[in-house]
Structures are given as C-alpha cells and as structure tokens.
C-alpha cells in the first residue's frame, strides 16, 4: 500500500518527522483532520460532530465578542485556524482571539499563520468532548511553549471552563480573564449551562445583561 493510501491513527500522537508531518498534511487532500505537531510528534483529530461540541463553539464565541464588543476591547476571533512556527510546532485550536493591537496584525489572504513572522493569538481555546486529558495536559505544554498568552478548555460534559494563564512556558488556573478583564469564567459557564435547557437567543439576552451590568 502506497503512503498516499496509509491512513494514519487519529487522537493519539505518533512519533513523526517535520517532512513526514507535511507530506502526511498533503495527502490528506481535502479530509478536514485538525493537526497539531510537538516534539517531533504529530496528532490528528478528525472533526468534532456532537450537537454539545458544536453549541458550546457558538456560545463561546458569541460570548467573548460580545463581551469585547461592550468593552470597547478590538478583537478578531479566528474559527479552526492553523499557527505554525515551521519545523518546530503546529496547531489547530478550535477558537483563537488577537486583542487590541494584535487585532489588526494578520493580514487578510493569509492561509497558515506563521508565528515566526506574526504574534501568536492572545486567547486560545479547545473545546473538549472526547480530547479533554490532552487539552489539559500536551496541547496545554504546546501553547505554553508557544507563547499564547491565555488558554482556555471547554469540558462539554460538564459545561465547565478551565482558563489558564500563560508566561515563561508555565501556566496558572485563573477564575477571571487576564487578556479580557472584567470577563469572569463562572458566567461563561452559567451560560454554557443555559444553553442545554434554553435557546441561544435567551442565552445571548441573558450574557448582554451580565455584562451590561458589570
């Protein structure tokens, strides 16, 4: 069997050369696989399609641009994009905020996001339905390296949020954004909660009056 046609395992990593991550990227062709490589591993995670998984996406970003948009705070959210800093690490996180004078900085046109020309994302969010251990623990190790300012990992099965904070490759549990002030954790939560038992209109009535009346 040629190695266009070996299908490589998905959600784990495997011990892959630089070249060999790319060329397996190529002949993947069109398969919609997120990709992450580290340490000279690479993981593919074949997208997400539970109902939980695709609602809290949308919840989570309506929530933080919403929440800029009342701050005054420029952002630009990215869905599913890929930052890499060639040779040495890739990745495809769900959700990805640059702030403020990072929000104008990645020309539109660019396809893959060279960190080693452009800042990396200030916010980094995974949202985890079957992930949650490597989110937390290799992926969280990933963007530390990287120097992503913020991460967050959405558990879907408990509608929970676990928000770090990053700085010299290390990371501390934070319960309020630091990249987005004033922005607490629990109320993104409750909102994730709302959105099991009601539509996302409400859910989005209800964030603009928590964040109204702060």
């Known amino acids: 069997m040629s ?12 011990p892959t050369s630089w070249p060999e991550y790319l060329q397996k990227l190529a002949n993947l062709l069109n398969d919609q696989a997120k990709s992450y490589y580290y340490k000279g591993h690479m993981r593919l995670e074949m997208p997400p399609v ?3 998984h695709g609602q809290d996406h949308v919840v989570i970003i309506f929530a933080i641009t919403l929440f800029a948009t009342l ?13 890499r800093k060639n040779g040495i690490q890739d990745c495809q996180p769900d959700v990805a905020y640059y702030l403020r004078e990072h ?11 060279n960190c080693d020309r452009y800042p990396v994302p200030d916010l980094v969010i995974e949202i985890a339905k079957t992930s949650l251990l490597d989110d937390l623990g290799t992926k969280r190790a990933l963007y530390e390296e990287l120097g992503v300012a913020e991460y967050w990992v959405v558990d879907v099965q408990n509608a929970q949020i676990i928000a770090y904070i990053m700085a010299n490759q290390g990371s501390k549990r934070i319960p309020e954004s630091r990249v987005l002030p004033g922005l607490i954790i629990a109320v993104v939560e409750e909102a994730l909660r709302r959105s ?13 009056n928590q964040f109204q009346s702060q």
């Open 3 to 14: 190695e266009t046609q070996t299908q490589s395992p998905t959600d784990t990593w495997i």
């Open 50 to 52: 539970s109902f939980d």
């Open 71 to 83: 701050k005054g705070i420029p952002a630009r959210g990215l869905d599913t994009t890929t930052f």
């Open 103 to 113: 929000a104008q900085t990645i020309p539109s046109g660019i396809g893959i996001v």
């Open 196 to 208: 099991r038992e009601m539509n996302q209109s409400e859910v989005c009535a209800w964030l603009l």
